[in-house]
T-cell receptor, first 115, second 114 residues
Framework: AQTVTQSQPEMSVQEAETVTLSCTYDTSESDYYLFWYKQPPSRQMILVIR??????QNATENRFSVNFQKAAKSFSLKISDSQLGDAAMYFC????????????FGQGTRLTINP | DSGVTQTPKHLITATGQRVTLRCSPR?????VYWYQQSLDQGLQFLIQ???????AKGNILERFSAQQFPDLHSELNLSSLELGDSALYFC?????????????FGPGTRLTVT
């Protein structure tokens, strides 16, 4: 079974600075998808960014980018120019490319933005 | 707004009771997923339906059941409720049951069992 680990329960960053959230995963599959979801205080789950395992290029969405290291099974999220609205729980998630389409989530990292 | 709706937003009930959570997927989405978010277990996949048929099962208790109706809305039934069932229950939907398709989450139903 696949597992996802987020080793940082909490992180904080100064507004306008850059922060990196860590995620590692365990799988025996070669084809899969990885995601970062944001959960603000409203509790809504919002997709931030996704990465296909077969793509070597790291995904980027505006101020959000990932560092995908397939051999190391590492998938970190970098947030540049942090804004107060970035404060939230961030979840790393894994989904197989075959079979069940369920998302497997890490335990989450609570990100605080200091003004 | 993801386009996925869930009712009710909040539900408070007593142990031993039964409740039904409802989910309406985005227009055109055929696949529905249910997830449970609790302090103890984190975010866990419960079950998936695709066009009315059960497609995948996760850590769903025998006291829980779900179904997807011909109009594609889905219901999650929780019975013989225990204090530990208190959680946020999310429904997500996707166009089809395939890997490239994104799952869009509803706002969740917060269940409190007293």
């Amino acid at each position: 079974a696949q597992t996802v680990t987020q080793s940082q329960p909490e992180m904080s960053v100064q507004e306008a600075e850059t922060v990196t959230l860590s995620c590692t995963y365990d799988t025996s599959e070669s084809d899969y998808y990885l995601f970062w979801y944001k959960q603000p205080p409203s509790r809504q789950m919002i997709l931030v960014i996704r990465q296909e395992a077969y793509k070597q290029q790291n995904a980027t969405e505006n101020r959000f980018s990932v560092n995908f290291q397939k051999a190391a099974k590492s998938f970190s999220l970098k947030i540049s120019d942090s804004q107060l609205g970035d404060a939230a729980m961030y979840f790393c998630a894994y989904r197989s490319a075959q079979g069940a389409q369920k998302l497997v989530f890490g335990q989450g990292t609570r990100l605080t933005i200091n003004p | 707004d993801s386009g996925v709706t869930q009712t009710p937003k909040h539900l408070i009930t007593a142990t031993g009771q039964r409740v039904t959570l409802r989910c309406s997927p985005r227009s055109g989405d055929l696949s529905v997923y249910w997830y449970q978010q609790s302090l103890d277990q984190g975010l866990q996949f419960l079950i998936q339906y695709y066009n009315g048929e059960e497609r995948a099962k996760g850590n769903i208790l025998e006291r829980f059941s779900a179904q997807q109706f011909p109009d594609l809305h889905s219901e999650l039934n929780l019975s013989s409720l225990e204090l530990g069932d208190s959680a946020l229950y999310f429904c997500a939907s996707s166009v089809a049951s395939g890997a490239p398709y994104e799952q869009y989450f509803g706002p969740g139903t917060r269940l409190t069992v007293t």
